[in-house]
């Protein structure tokens, strides 16, 4: 089921997103959250193990789940993010991430 999900996300590719004036392409990832510290939130890319900090997060995604405590570590979620840009420039792979949306999956212990 994991992989079911992982190859819809890749299949969906990025979703336009219109903030402000400002477009800016969104990131779709299957990652499991590792943690957070003053940098950010740690997530792990499902399919390629690689961790991925995001320095910011939509004040209204912690309202949905607040990363702060341990409740939802080693979860797996579907992360909506963009990368944060200054106006005019084109946006840097390595640039600041920001989460814009989270989903939960939920994950059957047989997986």
Same mark, same amino acid.
Do not use: C, H, W
């Given at each position: 089921?994991?992989?079911? +999900? ?11 997103? &219109?903030?402000?004036? !400002? ?15 003053? !940098? ?5 890319? *499902?399919? *390629? ?8 997060? %939509?004040? %209204? ?9 341990? &409740? ?10 963009? +990368?944060? &840009? %200054? ?13 814009? *949306? ?7 212990? *047989?997986?």
């Amino acid at each position: 089921m994991k992989n079911i +999900i992982i190859a819809l996300a890749l299949l969906m590719g990025t979703v336009g997103t &219109t903030k402000a004036q !400002d477009v800016q392409k969104a990131v779709i990832v299957i990652a499991t959250y590792s943690g957070n510290s003053t !940098d950010g939130y740690y997530f792990t890319n *499902d399919l *390629d193990q690689r961790g991925i900090l995001f320095a910011q997060i %939509e004040p %209204e995604v912690l309202n949905k789940y607040d990363l702060n405590n341990n &409740t939802f570590l080693n979860k797996t979620f579907r992360v909506t993010y963009i +990368i944060d &840009t %200054e106006a005019g420039k084109a946006p840097d792979p390595k640039g600041p991430k920001k989460i814009i *949306d989270l989903t939960l999956i939920n994950q059957s212990d *047989d997986e």
